[in-house]
């Protein structure tokens, strides 16, 4: 079965400083991973994916995130946080054969403090 | 625009009650589904098409319906609606064979009460 974690509710961090949203997963084979932000009111989007290949990949408003295939992450990360990613954050798996199922984690709202 | 079009946007409905939750993409996806959002929750997966005519069942199914006639549209049936089944619902599609390589372009939602 395919799980997701993501451990913190929350994560508070200064604007200007780095930023970490953990996430962790669970998946027989090959995972596909996502990163999506949900702002108040609105639907998910898109901000980056694992396929394969480089285990950093890079993604929207400066956005990137590590895969860690020996520790099943795959954690957010921003060099300097701004006031305006403030939101809540989802981290999605799917595996890479047999089926299209999506599985997200609980979400982690950021708040950045001005 | 291109995009995820759900309808209503609020909803409010009695115990007992039955409606449709409208969902139509006009990007050609092949692969379509709906997730319920509740606090602490995350997104959990209720129904999902792979194309017009397939159909397959998500982790909480129990007391939604769900039908693809066509690639554009996969609406969500509630039988007989229960409070538990307030929640913001989200209809989300991508292409199948690329997935992966799009991600998923999602509604802006529909909220349910049920009272």
């Known amino acids: 079965a395919q799980s997701v974690?993501?451990?913190e509710d929350q994560v508070n961090v200064a604007e200007g400083n780095?930023?970490?949203?953990?996430?962790?997963?669970?998946?027989?084979?090959?995972?596909y991973l996502f990163?999506?932000?949900?702002?108040?009111?609105?639907?998910?989007?898109f901000l980056l994916k694992y396929i394969t290949g480089d285990n950093l990949v890079k993604g929207s408003y400066g956005?990137?995130?590590e895969f860690n295939k020996s520790q099943t992450s795959f954690h957010?990360?921003?060099?300097?946080?701004?006031v305006s990613d403030s939101a809540l954050y989802f981290c999605a798996v799917r595996r890479s054969s047999g089926t299209y199922k999506y599985i997200f984690g609980t979400g982690t709202r950021l708040k950045v403090l001005a | 625009n291109a995009g995820v079009t759900q309808t209503p946007k609020f909803q409010v409905l009695k115990t007992g009650q039955s409606m449709t939750l409208q969902c139509a993409q006009d990007m050609n996806h092949e692969y379509m589904s709906w997730y319920r959002q509740d606090p602490g929750m995350g997104l959990r997966l209720i129904h999902y098409s792979v194309g017009a005519g397939i159909t397959d069942q998500g982790e909480v199914p129990n007391g939604y319906n769900v039908s693809r006639s066509t690639t554009e549209d996969f609406p969500l049936r509630l039988l007989s609606a229960a409070p538990s089944q307030t929640s913001v619902y989200f209809c989300a599609s991508s292409y199948k064979d690329r997935a992966p390589n799009y991600g998923y372009t999602f509604g802006s939602g529909t909220r349910l009460t049920v009272v």
């Not at chain 1, 780095?18 to 995972?31: A, D, E, M």
């Not at chain 1, 990163?35 to 639907?43: D, F, I, K, T």
Request: glycine fraction near 6%; proline fraction near 13%; include cysteine.
């Open chain 1, 5 to 7: 974690a993501q451990p």
């Open chain 1, 18 to 31: 780095p930023l970490t949203v953990k996430c962790t997963y669970s998946v027989s084979g090959n995972p």
């Open chain 1, 35 to 45: 990163w999506y932000v949900q702002y108040p009111n609105r639907g998910l989007q």
């Open chain 1, 63 to 65: 956005f990137e995130a």
């Open chain 1, 76 to 82: 957010l990360k921003k060099p300097s946080a701004l």
